[in-house]
């Protein structure tokens, strides 16, 4: 008798949204950000609770169709970075991210200059730029980025400035690159500037014809190398 009062006394109580706000901002960064946006609609105690969130999880819908889907991303990922208010973000992915384009190359170094701002654990870019040869600038901030751990920058060459004789990337383990045409000196200076790299993943392409090239990896902290070259 006493377990069914207590099921009649607790019938329809909001239990989840009862709980302190730290414990609902660690649920809902486990969420696909867009899941994690649609909760403000539940009441007014969770209008704003999704801002909270330490992790954020993009990707285009697959309910929007051709160029809206480009337009949606754009206009959704804006709209996040600009109500985010967590200081450190443990994971920042933007994944099966199609149909981008040069023009909107700027935007995606605002938002790689966003996570690195916010301390950015995890740093996953896996997008598909529609131009024959994606290129983009990352910023130089992220050398110094004492908490970056895994960092993948997908399917497109990235420059960046490595200057001599300077340690970078002092805490990343694990790196996923991909080269157009890999420059030799760049790549080693790369590797030469991750002090405690555990995993490194390389793909890209070679010029039809080209010589076999030479990779020299000096990572005393190495222990998984990965290295997948496609002639063209």
């Not at 991210?97 to 605002?110: G, K, M, S, T």
């Amino acid at each position: 008798m006493a377990s069914k009062r207590l099921e009649k006394k607790t019938a329809g109580e909001d239990f989840i949204g009862r709980l302190p706000d730290d414990v609902l901002a660690h649920i809902l960064s486990r969420l696909d950000t867009k899941e994690a946006v649609k909760t403000s609609i539940l009441s007014s105690r969770w209008k704003n609770q999704w801002t909270s969130v330490y992790n954020l999880y993009f990707k285009m819908p697959s309910y929007v169709i051709g160029e809206h889907r480009r337009i949606w991303l754009l206009k959704f990922v804006g709209f996040v970075l600009s109500r985010c208010q967590s200081k450190e973000i443990q994971d920042f992915e933007l994944k099966d991210c199609y149909f981008l384009r040069d023009a909107d190359l700027p935007r995606l170094r605002e938002w790689m200059c966003f996570a690195i701002e916010r301390n950015v654990h995890n740093l996953i870019l896996k997008v598909q730029i529609r131009m024959e040869r994606p290129v983009i600038r990352i910023p130089q901030t992220i050398l110094t980025c004492k908490n970056l751990v895994k960092l993948n920058l997908g399917n497109w060459d990235a420059v960046l400035d490595i200057p001599d004789s300077t340690v970078c990337f002092p805490s990343l383990k694990i790196l996923s690159i991909f080269v157009e045409y890999p420059d030799m000196v760049l790549m080693q200076k790369l590797f030469q500037s991750c002090p405690m790299l555990e995993e490194l993943t390389i793909d890209g392409h070679l010029k039809h014809n080209e010589n076999a090239l030479t990779y020299i990896v000096v990572v005393p902290t190495l222990k998984i190398l990965k290295i997948s070259l496609y002639d063209q």
